[in-house]
Nanobody, 128 residues
Framework: QVRLVEAGGGLVQTEGSLRLSCVASGRTFSTSVMSWFRQAPGKERDFVAAISYSGSTTDYADSVKGRFTISRDNAKNTMNLQMNSLKPEDTAVYFC?????????????????????WGQGTQVTVSS
């Protein structure tokens, strides 16, 4: 059974930084594509960033490129999202997700439907 637990959210001012983490249970983490999504109030859950099983390949939504960095530590079953230069529009609940079917990023990795497991989310609020 896979369980994903996010942490690190909070309240930060514009241009501040936060580091989110996602700790996974189970044996499939190191062979899975992992991603971050976010959902603002009244909006759909949107793709933020993805990382291949080895960490060699990453992808980002245009809105966060150059500000956010996704990384992983397979020895610790942990994925991180370093968020810099935060903006009020980054305010959302952030979710980690695991695609246990693939090691490499696929054409569908930005789709919510590609993922098998989800965490409960962590709130990020950026004040102006």
């Amino acid at each position: 059974q896979v369980r994903l637990v996010e942490a690190g959210g909070g309240l930060v001012q514009t241009e501040g930084s936060l580091r989110l983490s996602c700790v996974a249970s189970g044996r499939t983490f190191s062979t899975s594509v992992m991603s971050w999504f976010r959902q603002a109030p009244g909006k759909e859950r949107d793709f933020v960033a993805a990382i291949s099983y080895s960490g060699s390949t990453t992808d980002y939504a245009d809105s966060v490129k150059g500000r956010f960095t996704i990384s992983r530590d397979n020895a610790k079953n942990t994925m991180n999202l370093q968020m810099n230069s935060l903006k009020p529009e980054d305010t959302a609940v952030y979710f980690c997700a695991q695609d246990a079917k693939h090691r490499a990023l696929t054409p569908d990795h930005q789709s919510r439907n590609a993922y098998d497991y989800w965490g409960q989310g962590t709130q990020v609020t950026v004040s102006s």
